[in-house]
């Protein structure tokens, strides 16, 4: 194919249409897009929709030339292009902002924006950049402190910072991979408001990848929707209902439904109990601070927050991994120090996030994996000195095929499963026995529909066997689904609490972000 | 001792100590502030700059000139650190274990080809009299600042500047703290460390020249009592900063001048155990300043050490 370059490179500042046309991508004898074709006219918000796996973000990397696609073209303001690297899709005004940040922490926002220019000069006077930035920084929708180190910087901050560095770069059509995962409810209405303000002056147009139909429905102004690489509807947002969109997402599957919710009994006893904890939190610099929080049995406790606020510090110290200054925990009524020995006998389970790194051992196989729990004691009670592999195959077994883990083999490395199936596998490995408590965090962050299904199914289940639950999480939607009361956390103390059933998303919303 | 100065040959010493022995030290620990900087360790600095002093005294010798010396050596260090770097570049090698290696392939090497060199005399790199203005012999000679010392300030001024005024410095930054960052802005980490490390090498070597060229100014096998290793930990106590980097060094240099210093006032027991002081000090230091429950400030994110 010969490279014509004859389209008039695009104008910062004012927006570009895109368009596929049978894009098609195989990997091998794998089909992971299969002619699809979409449009996205200039100054449009474009909403894609999809499980994962359905082909979203291969269609996205052939458009910003990551990938070749086998067949199928690209054009952009209605003229065909070839995007050879994202490099190509640079001049044409095409940028990308990921769902992982790609700003160097340890840099600050100034430096993240100029050393991403495609040309930066060997001395770089910052005198001259700054005054710059703060010229470009006013026609900017959203302000941010672009001279303090990027890690610094709050989830949302980095999110806008990211877009700012599109635009900076010159970008008149952006994609957004899921943007809104890590912000509260505030922060994503107003940065998605504030990105809809630009495409409605024709500054910029918009491709969102979303799992999140309210979002869709309030900002986009047209969807198309993927399933198994395949086209599997389009047209536009005023015109098709949630139920639409979701049934051409996951096409006829059944979804694991929850359990209906048994009430708590009036004496439900307490199991954990929390008193007066303080502990430093990783920089040191801030500490958590949690009064009182009680979990009773057969009830999920859900806390709620912006990554950051001291939640992961909490399930830190619940686990064991960061000694608390002052307080107690209590479990069942005796003083709980998490060890090994405590949390057998207490029947305490523990799902921290990205269970990958913080509870396997990646290398390790998914049978051995499954067997941290019970490796090192015999059937009968009392400690075991040789392992019974036997045994072991057998358990990882049952469990594999229980809980739906697919894995090539049961000696394969954990690291190799999806993260779907890690999460299910440690979800095997926590909720088998006796679970008398429960503390989970972000359990669902990052996985499919069905997935997400299965794994709250799961963890209402044990709650209805008279579990203890507490739920981290920062999906508030999963929070007012899952949990009897929710706790707000925001700055290392819980600062508010409502019953589930009346929870206000404003009101949580607004704790969230610190005003109380 | 003599009239008119006593007890304050103590910290006249140790200031004397501290300037002539953090020379190798700073040196060591700048080249291996900006390897590091980059995500990579380079453990074989140590071989770097025994080569590295070998190869300085030997062509000081044949040439004439301590700075052709200095220059040979530092073109011998950024050979090391490239051959470190390129072997780096492979997956699954890892950078320790290949430091290591280095620095035992460097000591070998320097020792084998050295041997003929332990007997000639080398012109010695001059230095500048900065205590013209007292008349006390001992002020004058502590003030006797050698060349290497005052280049080595220069340039840890010059590299903290640079790593957040030039674009070399910001790319640096970014290879070392995000290898994906630095992908997705079309830069190959691997040939942005493989550089950087030859940097480190050669900045090591001069550290080596320093040693044979100045102070003890002699080409032996016993020339280097472990300053290239040292250096390393300097590095993280220094928190990847060339100016912590540069006082840090003079801090060691002035602990480890304590021990000549007492004793040449007239302490004549236990003098041998604050020759250890270095030691102990760092020790202490790194102890103090670090804490289980946070993370290490400064260190960059690619470096196999903080993974």
Not at chain 1, 76 to 84: A, S
Not at chain 1, 375 to 394: I, T
Not at chain 2, 18 to 26: E, L, M
Not at chain 2, 286 to 297: D, G, N, W
Request: proline content about 5%; glycine content about 10%; some cysteine.
């Amino acid at each position: 194919m010969i490279q014509v370059r004859d389209t008039p490179l695009p104008e910062a500042g004012k927006a570009v249409g895109i368009q596929t046309i049978g894009m098609t991508m195989r990997f091998g004898s794998f089909t992971a897009l299969d002619n699809v074709s979409i449009n996205v006219p200039a100054g449009t918000f474009h909403a894609l929709l999809g499980e994962n796996g359905a082909g979203k973000s291969t269609l996205v990397k052939c458009i910003m030339g990551f990938y070749h696609q086998t067949s199928g073209s690209l054009s952009v303001d209605g003229r065909e292009v070839v995007v050879q690297s994202p490099k190509d899709a640079a001049t044409y005004g095409l940028g990308m902002v990921y769902q992982h940040f790609t700003l160097v922490p340890s840099l600050t926002g100034a430096e993240n924006l100029v050393i991403n220019r495609a040309h930066v000069p060997a001395v770089i006077n910052w005198a001259k950049e700054r005054r710059e930035l703060a010229t470009f920084m006013e026609k900017m929708p959203f302000q941010i402190p672009l001279d303090r180190p990027v890690q610094e910087l709050a989830a949302g901050e980095k999110q806008k910072l990211e877009i700012i560095k599109q635009l900076y770069l010159g970008r008149s059509f952006i994609v957004l991979d899921e943007p809104t995962s890590v912000l509260t409810p505030a922060e994503a209405d107003e940065m998605l408001g504030l990105v809809r303000g630009m495409t409605e002056r024709g500054e910029l147009t918009v491709l969102m990848i979303s799992h999140k139909f309210h979002e869709v429905t309030k900002f986009a102004d047209a969807v198309t929707v993927l399933r198994r690489g395949k086209m599997a509807g389009s047209g536009l947002v005023s015109e098709l209902s949630t139920k639409d969109m979701a049934a051409m997402m996951i096409g006829d599957v059944k979804l694991p439904e929850l359990d209906t919710r048994l009430p708590v009994a009036a004496d439900a006893r307490p199991i954990l109990m929390v008193n007066g904890i303080k502990a430093p939190d990783r920089t040191g610099l801030k500490s958590i601070d949690i009064g009182n929080l009680t979990v009773h049995a057969g009830e999920i406790v859900g806390i709620a927050g912006i990554s950051g606020n001291g939640q992961k510090e909490l399930a830190e110290v619940l686990a064991g991994q960061r000694p608390p200054e002052a307080g107690s925990i209590s479990i069942k009524g005796t003083r709980y120090g998490a060890t090994r020995q405590e949390s057998r006998i207490n029947n305490v389970r523990f799902i921290p996030e990205e269970p990958l790194s913080n509870a396997c051992a990646p290398k390790m196989t998914v049978t051995e994996n499954l067997a941290f729990r019970t490796f090192d004691v015999k059937p009968a009670g009392g400690n075991a000195v040789w392992l019974d592999m036997k045994r072991m195959r057998q358990r990882a077994a049952s469990l594999i095929s229980d809980f739906k883990v697919k894995t090539a083999s049961h000696s394969s490395p954990i690291a190799a499963l999806s993260g779907g199936n890690v999460q299910r596998a440690v979800l095997a490995r926590e909720l088998t026995g006796d679970v008398d408590l429960l503390i989970v965090s972000n359990p669902c962050f990052g996985l499919d529909f069905s997935a997400v299904a299965e794994i709250r199914a799961r963890i209402m289940k044990a709650r209805n066997a008279g579990t203890a639950v507490l739920l981290l999480s920062e999906d508030l939607d999963e929070l007012l689904e899952m949990s009897d009361r929710i706790m707000v956390m925001s700055e290392g103390k819980l600062v508010y609490e409502t019953p589930a059933i009346s929870a206000d998303i404003s009101v949580i919303g607004a704790h969230m972000a610190g005003h109380h | 001792m003599e009239d008119g100065i006593g007890i304050w040959g103590v910290p006249l010493a140790i200031l004397a100590g501290a300037i002539r022995v953090s020379t190798p030290f700073i040196f060591v620990s700048l080249g291996e502030a900006i390897t590091e900087r980059s995500g990579r360790i380079n453990l074989g600095l140590e071989g770097t700059l025994v080569f590295g002093a070998m190869t300085a005294y030997a062509v000081a010798v044949m040439s004439g000139s301590p700075y052709i010396g200095v220059l040979a050596a530092m073109a011998t260090g950024a050979i090391f650190g490239l051959v470190h770097g390129f072997i780096c570049k492979f997956p699954k090698v890892n950078d320790i274990a290949i430091g290591i290696a280095m620095m035992q392939f460097g000591l070998g090497l320097a020792f084998f080809l050295g041997k003929p060199f332990i007997q000639p005399v080398a012109p010695r790199l001059p230095s500048i009299s900065l205590g013209g203005w007292s008349d006390l012999p001992q002020v004058q000679s502590a003030l006797t600042i050698n060349v290497l010392f005052i280049v080595g300030g220069l340039l840890a001024l010059a590299l903290w500047w640079a790593f957040r005024n030039t674009r070399i410095g910001l790319i640096l930054r970014v290879v070392g703290d995000s290898s994906d960052a630095a992908r997705a802005m079309g830069l190959n980490p691997d040939t942005v460390r493989l550089l950087a490390t030859a940097a480190g090498g050669a900045l090591a070597a001069i550290g080596g020249a320093y040693l044979s060229l100045y102070y003890p100014g002699s080409w032996n096998e016993g020339i280097s009592s472990g300053q290239g290793l040292m250096a390393v930990a300097l590095v993280i106590f220094a928190r990847w900063n060339p100016i912590g980097c540069f006082l840090a060094a003079l801090l060691f240099g002035g602990a480890g001048a304590l021990g000549p210093a007492l004793q040449s006032v007239g302490v004549t027991q236990g003098y041998y155990l604050f020759y250890a002081a270095p030691y102990v000090l760092t020790l202490a230091i790194l102890i103090a300043t670090s804490s289980p429950t946070r993370a290490l400030v400064g260190a960059p994110g690619a470096l196999s050490i903080t993974k």
